[in-house]
């Protein structure tokens, strides 16, 4: 339906919607929510995309601000948010007896959640809304259990049966979520965290991969984007969450550290880490010298071996490194006049300097008055991609380079090394005082080789007093399933019925789990009442009236 005003009318309706929006937007940014958060946009660019369905405060965002409550408390108190990934309602609702924010991993929807129904590993080749929809589903969980519980303590009479119920348990935990690299450009990055916000994710992380090559983080062949790509992520997912009215928590994650790869030279911030070639004899580059030998069919390991000679001889650096070999080479130079030389030079370019290539070989011919061949081109592998060589430093630059955008920042490691740790805490801090970080708990870490017992039992503490306040083991929810019905498996082929009564109905029993009772667990008296309520007081087919089972658990928790 044409909306019948004439322009002058419209026009000005319109202006007056839009200046008192815009100073909506504005008030609510000048909140101390955001004093660490940099938009490179005006309230005005996200008045105009709103539309005029009135303001919503959409469930997600509730949970956005409770998840900056509890972080917000974790940081004062030097504590920390520790969890794991979840991957159904059993999961959360135990969860949130103990834990404060609950996880959602890629890596397990990847195995287990697909919306396609296809299981595989964690490439984040599933379709976009796979993470998003187990959001939803765990979400609605959390929701209903919320429920069923307010009913039941919000219908007591007195303090001596609210009481007898002990204590109550918060089932609205905030959700973190993956989004990995954003399932493409930038507009699938809108629409992904659009998702999210609507399903009910209080904060979800990016990595700073291509999302067409993603790999699980503990995997080989990482390949980064380039820095300035990954801030433009983190921008388009908190312009989304603008239009959204939405405070989303942002986790940047960076694989740098271990990333081989990079899909383009154009950041300056990148050249320190870009990997070239330096011997000036190279007839081919890398694709060429494959190329041609596919043609004259090498396959396999052929292949492989004609890689690795040729890498062996391109005399793969960093420039710095070329740097210092080509000084060190020159036999005029004496040794303590070689060590300056290095010195000046890595005094200006560094990982964390920031310094373009073209900058950093002027410095070089200025201090040794030629120029250094160099050629990032010719390793780049048969993809197209660039080599790189990430490491610690490199992901404090990115970390650095991304804190503004997001609320926490986090490294990717493949190892749980507490020296590591410290440097990328003090790294980042440096720079960022009060920035927040995460850590991964991974379970891809051999952790009984990593540390001893007591490290163990202490680990997570000691980084929370480094500043790494949301900590979790990504696959904990997928582990304990596998190892609890392996166990349960095995032992109920043997024993029969003894195994379920013994080993699980008692133990729940023993433990206090309220799934025991899992009609109960399962809201059937919830929903009893509603379905008396609907039946004018009583129900002949109420579920959990005379007759029903669970009776047999009367007197158990
Ligand atoms: C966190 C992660 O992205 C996930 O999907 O759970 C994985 C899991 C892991 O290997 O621990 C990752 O780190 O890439
Ligand atoms: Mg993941």
Same mark, same amino acid.
């Given at each position: 339906?044409?909306?019948?005003?004439?322009?002058?009318?419209?026009?000005?309706?319109?202006?007056?919607?839009?200046?008192?929006?815009?100073?909506?937007?504005?008030?609510?940014?000048?909140?101390?929510?955001?004093n660490s958060t940099k938009?490179n946009?005006?309230?005005?660019?996200?008045?105009?995309?709103?539309?005029?369905?009135?303001?919503?405060?959409?469930?997600?965002?509730?949970?956005?601000?409770?998840?900056?409550?509890?972080?917000?408390?974790?940081h004062?108190?030097?504590?920390?948010?520790?969890?794991?990934?979840?991957?159904?309602?059993?999961?959360?609702?135990?969860?949130?007896?103990?834990?404060?924010?609950?996880?959602?991993?890629?890596?397990?929807?990847?195995?287990?959640?697909?919306?396609?129904?296809?299981?595989?590993?964690?490439?984040?080749?599933?379709?976009?809304?796979?993470?998003?929809?187990?959001?939803?589903?765990?979400?609605?969980?959390?929701?209903?259990?919320?429920?069923?519980?307010?009913? &039941?303590?919000?219908?007591?009479?007195?303090?001596?049966?609210?009481? /007898? #119920? $002990?204590?109550?348990? =918060?089932? %609205?935990?905030? *959700?973190?979520?993956?989004?990995?690299?954003?399932?493409?450009?930038?507009?699938?990055?809108?629409?992904?965290?659009?998702?999210?916000?609507?399903?009910?994710?209080?904060?979800?992380h990016m990595e700073d991969q291509t999302?067409?090559?993603?790999?699980?983080g503990?995997?080989?062949?990482r390949c980064v984007i380039p820095v300035q790509e990954h801030i433009n992520r983190l921008i388009?997912?908190?312009?989304?969450?603008?239009?959204?009215?939405?405070?989303?928590?942002i986790v940047a994650r960076s694989d740098s550290e271990a990333a081989t790869l990079i899909s383009s030279t154009i950041d300056t911030r990148d050249h320190y880490f870009i990997v070239g070639?330096t011997?000036?004899?190279? &007839?081919?580059?890398?694709?060429?010298?494959?190329?041609?030998?596919? /043609? #004259? $069919?090498?396959?396999? =390991?052929? %292949?492989?071996? *004609?890689?690795?000679?040729?890498?062996?001889?391109?005399?793969l650096k960093l420039f710095h490194e070329a740097f210092a070999d080509e000084v060190n080479?020159?036999?005029?130079?004496?040794?303590?006049?070689k060590k300056s030389i290095i010195n000046k030079f890595n005094s200006k370019v560094g990982p964390l300097t920031e310094t373009s290539h073209r900058e950093a070989s002027k410095l070089a011919i200025e201090l040794i008055?030629?120029?250094i061949?160099f050629?990032w081109?010719?390793?780049?592998?048969?993809?197209?991609l660039y080599r790189y060589r990430g490491g610690t430093q490199c992901a404090i630059m990115r970390a650095r380079a991304f804190a503004p955008y997001a609320d926490l920042v986090w490294m990717e490691s493949n190892y749980p090394d507490y020296e590591q740790a410290v440097e990328f805490a003090e790294g980042v801090r440096a720079k960022f005082p009060n920035q927040w970080l995460a850590y991964n708990?991974?379970?891809?870490?051999?952790?009984?080789?990593?540390?001893?017992?007591?490290?163990?039992?202490?680990?997570?503490?000691?980084l929370?007093k480094l500043g790494y306040i949301?900590?979790?083991?990504?696959?904990?929810?997928?582990?304990?399933?596998?190892?609890?019905?392996?166990?349960?498996?095995?032992?109920?082929?043997?024993?029969?019925?003894?195994?379920?009564?013994?080993?699980?109905?008692?133990?729940?029993?023993?433990?206090?789990?309220?799934?025991?009772?899992?009609?109960?667990?399962?809201?059937?008296?919830?929903?009893?009442?509603?379905?008396?309520?609907?039946?004018?007081?009583?129900?002949?087919?109420?579920?959990?009236?005379?007759?029903?089972?669970?009776?047999?658990?009367?007197?158990?928790?």
């Amino acid at each position: 339906m044409p909306i019948n005003t004439d322009p002058t009318t419209e026009f000005s309706e319109i202006q007056s919607k839009l200046q008192k929006d815009i100073q909506e937007i504005e008030q609510w940014w000048s909140s101390p929510r955001w004093n660490s958060t940099k938009r490179n946009y005006t309230a005005k660019d996200i008045a105009l995309r709103r539309g005029t369905f009135p303001p919503l405060e959409y469930p997600s965002t509730v949970m956005s601000k409770k998840l900056y409550g509890v972080l917000t408390k974790h940081h004062e108190n030097k504590t920390v948010a520790q969890t794991f990934g979840a991957m159904d309602p059993v999961q959360v609702t135990q969860m949130a007896k103990y834990l404060d924010t609950i996880y959602i991993s890629g890596w397990q929807c990847s195995s287990t959640a697909s919306t396609s129904n296809e299981p595989g590993p964690d490439l984040a080749d599933y379709p976009m809304d796979t993470v998003p929809n187990k959001v939803d589903h765990l979400f609605k969980a959390q929701q209903f259990h919320d429920r069923k519980q307010w009913e &039941e303590r919000a219908s007591v009479s007195s303090v001596e049966e609210l009481a /007898a #119920k $002990g204590p109550a348990t =918060d089932y %609205l935990t905030p *959700i973190i979520a993956d989004a990995d690299a954003g399932h493409g450009g930038l507009t699938a990055v809108y629409k992904l965290t659009k998702m999210f916000i609507e399903r009910g994710a209080a904060g979800i992380h990016m990595e700073d991969q291509t999302s067409t090559n993603k790999k699980c983080g503990h995997m080989a062949g990482r390949c980064v984007i380039p820095v300035q790509e990954h801030i433009n992520r983190l921008i388009t997912i908190r312009m989304c969450a603008d239009v959204m009215n939405s405070e989303l928590i942002i986790v940047a994650r960076s694989d740098s550290e271990a990333a081989t790869l990079i899909s383009s030279t154009i950041d300056t911030r990148d050249h320190y880490f870009i990997v070239g070639a330096t011997n000036p004899n190279l &007839e081919e580059s890398l694709a060429e010298t494959l190329n041609n030998a596919i /043609a #004259k $069919g090498a396959s396999g =390991d052929q %292949l492989s071996s *004609i890689e690795k000679q040729w890498n062996e001889k391109a005399g793969l650096k960093l420039f710095h490194e070329a740097f210092a070999d080509e000084v060190n080479n020159t036999s005029t130079l004496s040794e303590s006049d070689k060590k300056s030389i290095i010195n000046k030079f890595n005094s200006k370019v560094g990982p964390l300097t920031e310094t373009s290539h073209r900058e950093a070989s002027k410095l070089a011919i200025e201090l040794i008055g030629h120029e250094i061949y160099f050629n990032w081109e010719l390793p780049r592998v048969r993809d197209g991609l660039y080599r790189y060589r990430g490491g610690t430093q490199c992901a404090i630059m990115r970390a650095r380079a991304f804190a503004p955008y997001a609320d926490l920042v986090w490294m990717e490691s493949n190892y749980p090394d507490y020296e590591q740790a410290v440097e990328f805490a003090e790294g980042v801090r440096a720079k960022f005082p009060n920035q927040w970080l995460a850590y991964n708990l991974s379970p891809s870490f051999n952790w009984q080789s990593a540390m001893s017992v007591d490290e163990q039992y202490t680990f997570i503490d000691r980084l929370g007093k480094l500043g790494y306040i949301w900590q979790f083991i990504t696959l904990a929810g997928l582990h304990t399933t596998a190892l609890a019905i392996n166990n349960f498996a095995k032992d109920f082929a043997k024993d029969g019925m003894k195994a379920y009564a013994q080993n699980v109905q008692q133990r729940e029993m023993d433990c206090g789990v309220d799934v025991l009772k899992h009609q109960k667990w399962s809201g059937a008296e919830y929903i009893d009442g509603i379905l008396k309520l609907a039946q004018g007081g009583v129900s002949a087919t109420a579920a959990m009236g005379e007759g029903v089972t669970e009776d047999q658990f009367k007197s158990k928790l």
